[in-house]
């Protein structure tokens, strides 16, 4: 079967939003380091000016490594917490395309989750993909299905309010995988849930890029 990360289609709208992303970025740090010495990461993603207008997405590295885990799972049900304009649903939604699987993906910003259906129906892979938008505490309810792997990449302090309420849904080998793991206390919160003393999940914690990717197996139910 001909990898679908590598059409032309695909690997041209993946690369316009990286490159759209970079420019942003490049634009919009300084300017926000300026009014602000909050990090990012800690301000209200419902308010705050970079959670409304920025990509605070996933770099080629990190997609290529989504890509990868969800087509070593064969996984057909992949839940992604955190949208946004929809770079990592891209990825996500090649390997479903291959896996004969879908992605539900959930954005708090409307016109953020408009733009992440834009690049899928774009790319061509609108119809593996389902991006719900509101609070990802409310729409991922909707989810009844076992689901093979969940992406965490929304707002970090929600990390462990997502994996509760979907726990009961995911299929014993389940894969978790939480970006900017840097970002969360390993005492506390979801670090210290799916940690060494879990006897419900295999952590490991990986160097990735500048940061940290929190990759947990769910072991049993």
Same mark, same amino acid.
Request: charged share 20%; aromatic share 8%; proline share 3%.
């Given at each position: @079967?001909?990898?679908?990360?590598? *059409?032309?289609?695909?690997?041209?709208?993946?690369?316009?939003?990286? *490159?759209?992303?970079?420019?942003?970025?490049?634009? #919009?740090?300084?300017?926000?380091?300026? *009014?602000?010495?909050?990090?990012?990461? +800690?301000?209200? #993603?419902?308010?705050?000016?970079?959670? /409304?207008?920025?990509?605070?997405?996933?770099?080629?590295? @990190?997609?290529? $490594?989504?890509?990868?885990?969800?087509?070593?799972?064969?996984?057909?049900? !992949?839940?992604? #917490?955190?949208?946004?304009?929809?770079?990592?649903?891209?990825? %996500?939604?090649?390997?479903?395309?291959?896996?004969?699987?879908?992605?539900?993906?959930?954005? $708090?910003?409307?016109? =953020?989750? *408009? /733009?992440?259906?834009? +690049?899928?129906?774009?790319?061509?892979?609108?119809? $593996?993909?389902? !991006?719900?938008?509101?609070?990802?505490?409310?729409?991922?309810?909707?989810?009844?299905?076992?689901?093979?792997?969940?992406?965490?990449?929304?707002? =970090?302090?929600?990390?462990?309010?997502? %994996? @509760?309420?979907?726990?009961?849904?995911?299929?014993?080998?389940? @894969?978790?995988?939480?970006?900017?793991?840097?970002? %969360?206390?390993?005492?506390?919160?979801?670090?210290?849930?799916?940690? /060494?003393?879990?006897?419900?999940?295999?952590?490991?914690?990986?160097? #990735?890029? /500048?940061?940290?990717?929190?990759?947990?197996? $769910?072991?049993?139910?």
């Amino acid at each position: @079967m001909e990898c679908v990360l590598k *059409q032309p289609k695909v690997a041209a709208i993946i690369q316009r939003e990286h *490159q759209a992303a970079r420019l942003a970025r490049e634009s #919009f740090t300084a300017q926000m380091n300026a *009014q602000s010495d909050v990090p990012v990461y +800690n301000r209200d #993603f419902r308010t705050s000016e970079a959670h /409304k207008t920025q990509y605070l997405s996933i770099g080629p590295r @990190m997609g290529a $490594y989504l890509y990868t885990i969800a087509r070593t799972l064969n996984a057909r049900n !992949i839940v992604e #917490f955190g949208t946004s304009f929809g770079i990592s649903t891209l990825y %996500l939604a090649a390997a479903a395309a291959e896996n004969g699987g879908n992605v539900t993906g959930s954005e $708090y910003h409307a016109h =953020k989750a *408009q /733009k992440a259906r834009d +690049n899928l129906q774009d790319a061509g892979l609108s119809s $593996y993909a389902e !991006i719900l938008s509101g609070d990802g505490r409310e729409t991922l309810q909707s989810i009844n299905a076992p689901i093979d792997l969940l992406f965490l990449d929304g707002s =970090k302090d929600l990390y462990l309010d997502i %994996l @509760m309420m979907l726990e009961k849904h995911l299929r014993p080998g389940a @894969m978790i995988i939480a970006d900017n793991a840097d970002h %969360l206390p390993e005492d506390e919160g979801f670090l210290h849930y799916v940690g /060494k003393d879990s006897d419900r999940y295999l952590t490991t914690l990986i160097g #990735f890029h /500048k940061g940290l990717v929190s990759q947990s197996l $769910y072991l049993k139910n």
